[in-house]
């Protein structure tokens, strides 16, 4: 017996989000993202979508498309709450969720749809109650695969449902442009049309008949997409995340800079950053590696190993520094990041305290400690003590 796997995506997630903070936004088109010579869409308004506008595409390109958009700066710390909101909805329907991203997720509704007469009107329940609670819209793809529920839920939106059975593959899938396959990417479309392979239906049938260019166009993925094409894909939802090996946040300047002083704000916002997201998965690295791209886009690494593992943002900002100083303080830079690698548990790691370390944690005092265990509550780092309000002439 097949099982029922839904995929829910949230509809345009930022900009409705943005829209509770600002609802003179409502109806117009809406750029997420940043204006500045790098900046990029994070998302957008269906009614900027109208316009070509899309997601990944530079911002300036889609304000050639769209010269009356309205581009607003992300307010991330607002989208994880909407996010925790939406996936503590999800879960009164089932507790088989497999997160995907920020606004969207795999769910096993198979025992949840036992007794249930009419699914399609359950599921337009689901979704109209998620929007009378929250506010939040969302398209929901119900099909027997995860693959074949994603391909579902990309097929009406905003406010879409659709089930999606093996046996509708040739009449639903085959039909839509090649563009449309989830998981070929923009550079290998190109190179399917060039083989004549205009829809998903040219796919599956040049699969079937193993053309030997297609092979070498796709790689390992050719098999991949057989599977994926005949129904015969994955239908298990990880519940359990994976352990994350790394902590990385990168920032792209908004002008080119030479020098730690004109990239020493940035480097200090991104530890901290790298250093908020490690203390909420109860992280801590003994390396970090920082990353700089210059300014013809080549990225350029250096790696650093701490004695004892940290995710402090003031010693991963000071390592930072250093390593620039050591070897980029005269290249033209336009991207810089920091990863903490290596990770362990906080609870499971040990630390030696020997005579040469024993003051640095010794100033882990029950104050510093109440703040942090406060930042760690309020999800961003707030709070500090007064002796660190004012270094080297910042403000804070």
Not at 115 to 136: C, H, W
Not at 224 to 244: F, H, L, M, N, Y
Not at 331 to 357: C, H, P, S, W
Request: aromatic share 8%.
């Amino acid at each position: 017996m097949s099982k029922v796997i839904v995929h829910i995506d949230l509809n345009a997630f930022f900009v409705t989000v943005e829209c509770f903070r600002d609802p003179s936004l409502r109806g117009k088109p809406v750029i997420v993202g940043h204006t500045g010579r790098s900046g990029i869409v994070s998302t957008c308004s269906y009614e900027a979508r109208a316009f070509g506008v899309h997601s990944g595409q530079p911002t300036f390109q889609a304000l050639k498309l769209c010269p009356q958009a309205i581009v607003v700066e992300p307010h991330f710390h607002d989208y994880e709450v909407y996010s925790r909101t939406f996936f503590s909805y999800v879960q009164r329907y089932t507790r088989t969720i497999e997160v995907a991203s920020v606004d969207e997720c795999y769910c096993d509704m198979t025992k949840a749809l036992q007794g249930v007469s009419d699914p399609i009107a359950y599921f337009r329940n689901m979704q109209f109650e998620l929007k009378k609670e929250t506010g939040l819209t969302c398209s929901i793809g119900v099909a027997p695969t995860k693959w074949l529920a994603k391909m579902a839920s990309d097929m009406k939106k905003p406010m879409g449902l659709v089930i999606l059975r093996r046996r509708d593959i040739p009449t639903m899938l085959y039909p839509l442009p090649i563009e449309s396959f989830w998981g070929i990417g923009k550079k290998t479309a190109p190179h399917l049309r060039a083989l004549g392979i205009d829809t998903i239906g040219d796919l599956a049938r040049t699969l079937e008949n193993g053309v030997p260019d297609l092979s070498s166009t796709m790689g390992k993925f050719y098999e991949t997409c057989k599977a994926w094409i005949s129904g015969r894909s994955s239908d298990e939802i990880q519940v359990e995340r994976d352990e994350p090996k790394s902590v990385g946040v990168s920032e792209t300047l908004m002008y080119d800079c030479t020098g730690l002083a004109e990239v020493r704000a940035t480097l200090k916002r991104v530890a901290e950053e790298v250093s908020r997201r490690a203390a909420k998965e109860g992280k801590v690295g003994r390396g970090m590696t920082l990353h700089v791209k210059d300014t013809s886009f080549k990225l350029h690494s250096k790696a650093y190993s701490f004695a004892e593992p940290t995710r402090s943002a003031d010693i991963l900002f000071e390592r930072a520094c250093l390593l620039y100083q050591a070897n980029y303080e005269t290249m033209e830079v336009r991207l810089v990041g920091i990863t903490l690698e290596k990770l362990g548990d906080m609870a499971k790691e040990q630390v030696q305290m020997t005579l040469f370390n024993y003051e640095e944690y010794e100033e882990l005092d029950k104050t510093k400690l109440l703040i942090a265990e406060l930042n760690r509550k309020l999800d961003k780092p707030a709070l500090m003590r007064a002796r660190e309000a004012k270094t080297k002439g910042e403000k804070k």
